[in-house]
């Protein structure tokens, strides 16, 4: 198995971290891609990279970050993650994560300078082909128009954590992107996210844990980490009618392929 996304550089992992890790790769989780959300992560997934050679790395602006910076903030964030690409920090095996929040998480007003963020993000990716992390929740409609417009890399990418309705499922899948599934699969109050995660074909699918955060059950409420990624697998294989353990392989085998990582 694959976690296609997950914060191991977040605080709430310091501690143990050494343990988290030993226990996922004890559970059958072989390799891991941090997502980044600002400079200061960034560095950090570096050095945990350098540390581990299963643990993989995204450098990006999250949304929220994007929300709650000013005007003026936002080109030097971004002229810091073109600097983080030009070499220094270990080479990234995506962009992201990015996108777009429309939840009440983030203020309305924030919206455009996400939209400027998030194309400036794709065109960065574009040029230098690498997939993309996209984080988009509850601002499916003007994501899709941007991506339909601008366009994702060539290299494709995932919507991670997908929320959106079944329908919109092909939309995502027209543009060349994979989806990703986490913790709320296995709640019973998502049947949305269910249905939607029927309506992706096998090999367009990636499973996370966005550990620390989104714990499956039955582990809620408490503290997520990668070995629970068995929980959404199996969760996933049951929505799906499908074997655990071949799910758990194809969705490892996508994410390889998909981010470029060998063996
Ligand atoms: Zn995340």
Redesign the pocket.
């Known amino acids: 198995m694959f976690d296609s996304?997950l914060?191991l550089d977040d605080e709430r992992l310091a501690a143990d971290r050494d343990e988290v890790l030993a226990r996922a790769r004890a559970a059958g989780v072989s390799g891991f891609l941090v997502?980044g959300v600002d400079p200061e992560g960034w560095r950090a997934e570096d050095a945990l990279a350098r540390a581990h050679r299963d643990v993989f790395v995204a450098y990006g602006l999250h949304p929220w970050i994007v929300a709650h910076a000013a005007d003026d903030e936002v080109e030097p964030l971004l002229l810091a993650l073109a600097a983080s690409l030009q070499g220094g920090l270990t080479r990234p095996v995506a962009l992201g994560?990015f996108g777009l929040d429309a939840s009440v998480r983030v203020p309305k007003e924030s919206l455009p300078r996400q939209e400027g963020a998030f194309r400036a993000q794709l065109a960065m990716a574009r040029e230098r082909d690498l997939p993309v992390l996209l984080?988009i929740l509850r601002a499916h409609d003007a994501a899709l128009a941007i991506l339909k417009s601008d366009r994702p890399p060539r290299a494709g990418g995932v919507v991670?954590s997908y929320s959106g309705p079944a329908e919109l499922v092909p939309r995502y899948l027209e543009l060349g992107l994979h989806l990703s599934f986490a913790g709320p699969i296995t709640y019973a109050s998502a049947r949305k996210t269910r249905e939607a995660a029927r309506a992706v074909p096998q090999d367009r699918l990636l499973v996370e844990t966005?550990a620390p955060d989104q714990t499956p059950e039955p582990l809620r409420p408490g503290r997520n980490e990668p070995a629970f990624l068995v929980h959404i697998v199996r969760a996933l294989s049951a929505v799906r009618g499908e074997n655990e353990a071949e799910l758990g392989a194809a969705t490892g085998a996508n994410a390889r392929s998909l981010f470029g990582i060998k063996e």
């Open positions: 996304h914060h997502a994560e984080h991670h966005d």
